[in-house]
């Protein structure tokens, strides 16, 4: 599809024959604004460059999901930009971060020859100075020639200018006008990152950190980092997306009506951070990207096509928005990492806008085997980054292969606890297979440490499911469905039981929320209440089961915390 034609069929758009989109009314609160921006983000960010760029850096789908990784490849030649919108005028003086404010005829305060636009020319003549002096020197005698007629800080004018500032380093600025409307008020920002005061106050509120602990603060900055950025839709990476996230974090905490949003020349994602309804603990996580349609499900791609969804049908590209959900940090939960999940994904038409959610991208479980499939055979083409610093490009190698599989497992493990045991033993199957391979037994001795890695991240796996039944268990969950407390405890001592014997071998974490989740069903008031304190005589058969049972429980925790006892003293 030819990229001008983007979008031209959305009733509150007018699109010109150059491509440029303009909205047909002004645009009075966040929500119109941020629609607005993404159309125009998707189409002259993403969809412009994918028609000019030959071999496009297309993102996988899975690469959305969360936890997210850093790409240790640039583009320079593909746009990157950030900004920030506030959904009321400026007070310029007052505002917490720096940039250069562009002047418009509606601007909040009037100028000194009064009310009227009679300083339209000098006006524009200082909005252009202002761009002149931060873009690079080839493109300024094309901007002068493209802004001559045109009132920049307009918003019918922001398609035009997105190409000139996506090419600049620093944030640009949209508001609110006097009269309510969103223009271009500034550009070149600094968006501040107090990163340093952010992590600390964090760390220590999840109890990560102690106030003077350096070994424990060494010990667990890099997670806590990790998880503070993941809340924002960000790996650590870039100073641009750090700023993002961080800025957005305090525009939240101060009760701020904003949207920010920015694009990596790394990443080739759209991420958008806006606020939400008041009272919500966090903004709410948005990203865009093109990926390719990887499923073998015939009806999917006959769907997508029938429907004229695919930007591309040769290459089966599509335009995906995914939508997240932020969760509190939670010590006690088995996926202890898990700062966003996936909420939503839509798939967005290319030329009326409208989404698919019934096609799942991101998710696709059986697409994932097969990869992991394609990587122990060799047969996977791409990249990954192993320990987050090394690029790995194939897997023609058993040592790429077993780069491939940490980085797999890493970026799938909290996904592969919780999902269902029928796609868990398809892993099994596969990894099993060829870690267990005995003919392979010499290559792996040779690659000895990398080897041992990838059985601790599948170990650490593998012993979390376990917990992750208890975790389930303690609300009276057991495979989707409400169980009773008669079922609730023969599974659960059942599988302590099981499990006492191993727990020697266990990560040290990991006992500690068996012992967590065993104790919170130990301490359930209806419990003791009904069934513990209760005479034998006022109960009946299954109540005396219950009671019996619940010793046992008592019983086996006691076991773990003496097993956890000798491990700490070793």
């Not at 905490?253 to 991420?271: N, P, V």
């Not at 097969?370 to 996977?380: M, P, Q």
């Amino acid at each position: 599809m030819n990229w001008q034609k983007a979008f031209s069929r959305i009733s509150t758009l007018n699109a010109l024959k150059n491509g440029q989109l303009l909205p047909r009314c002004p645009l009075r609160s966040l929500e119109e604004l941020r629609f607005f921006l993404d159309l125009v983000h998707i189409k002259f960010c993403l969809v412009k460059p994918f028609s000019e760029v030959r071999n496009y850096p297309l993102v996988d789908a899975r690469d959305l999901l969360p936890s997210f990784e850093p790409n240790l490849t640039e583009y320079p030649d593909l746009p990157g930009f950030s900004m920030v919108a506030f959904e009321r005028p400026l007070d310029y003086f007052n505002e917490v971060f720096q940039f250069d404010l562009l002047h418009t005829c509606r601007d909040p305060e009037p100028r000194e020859t009064g009310e009227a636009c009679v300083l339209e020319n000098p006006l524009q003549s200082k909005n252009q100075d202002a761009f002149l002096a931060h873009l690079p020197r080839e493109l300024r005698e094309q901007f002068k020639a493209d802004t001559e007629d045109r009132q920049i800080p307009d918003i019918a004018s922001y398609a035009l200018l997105t190409g000139y500032l996506s090419r600049m380093d620093r944030a640009h600025v949209l508001s609110q006008d006097r009269d309510g409307q969103f223009y271009l008020s500034g550009i070149y920002a600094s968006l501040p990152s107090d990163l340093d005061t952010e992590l600390k106050r964090f760390g220590l509120k999840a109890r990560k950190f102690r106030p003077g602990d350096n070994r424990l603060y060494e010990r667990n900055r890099e997670f806590v980092y990790q998880f503070l950025m993941e809340l924002y839709g960000y790996p650590i990476s870039s100073e641009r997306k750090t700023s993002a996230a961080i800025f957005a974090r305090r525009l939240h905490k101060m009760g701020e009506r904003f949207l920010i949003k920015a694009l990596g020349q790394s990443d080739r994602t759209l991420t958008s951070i806006f606020s939400t309804e008041p009272g919500q603990p966090y903004p709410q996580v948005e990203k865009a990207a093109l990926v390719p349609v990887e499923t073998r499900a015939s009806e999917t791609l006959d769907f997508l096509e029938s429907e004229g969804y695919f930007l591309d049908r040769k290459k089966k590209v599509v335009i995906l928005r995914v939508i997240y959900s932020q969760h509190k940090f939670d010590p006690n939960n088995v996926r202890q990492d898990r700062a966003l999940s996936v909420l939503r994904q839509e798939i967005v038409h290319p030329l009326t806008g409208r989404v698919c959610t019934s096609v799942n991208l991101v998710k696709d479980t059986y697409t994932m085997s097969l990869k992991l499939n394609d990587i122990v055979r060799g047969e996977f083409l791409g990249q990954a980054v192993y320990k987050k610093n090394e690029l790995v490009e194939n897997t023609d190698s058993h040592e790429k292969r077993l780069k491939f599989l940490h980085s797999w497992l890493g970026k799938h493990q909290r996904r592969m606890i919780a999902y269902s045991d029928e796609f868990y033993a398809e892993i099994v199957r596969v990894l099993d297979g060829y870690l267990g391979d005995p003919e392979l037994t010499d290559e792996f001795n040779e690659l000895r440490d990398i080897y041992q890695e990838v059985w601790s991240s599948y170990g650490f796996i593998k012993q979390a499911r376990k917990i992750k039944q208890l975790e389930d268990l303690r609300n009276r969950i057991h495979k989707g469905r409400k169980i009773s407390y008669l079922e609730m405890l023969t599974l659960s001592t059942g599988l302590l039981t099981e499990l006492k014997f191993e727990f020697a071998n266990f990560f040290e974490a990991l006992i500690s929320q068996a012992i967590h989740f065993s104790e919170a069903m130990l301490n359930d008031r209806y419990l003791i209440r009904t069934y513990v304190k209760a005479k034998d005589d006022q109960l009946t058969d299954n109540g005396l089961k219950i009671k019996k049972l619940y010793r046992r429980l008592v019983s086996l925790v006691d076991e773990l915390k003496a097993i956890r006892k000798t491990r700490a003293d070793a």
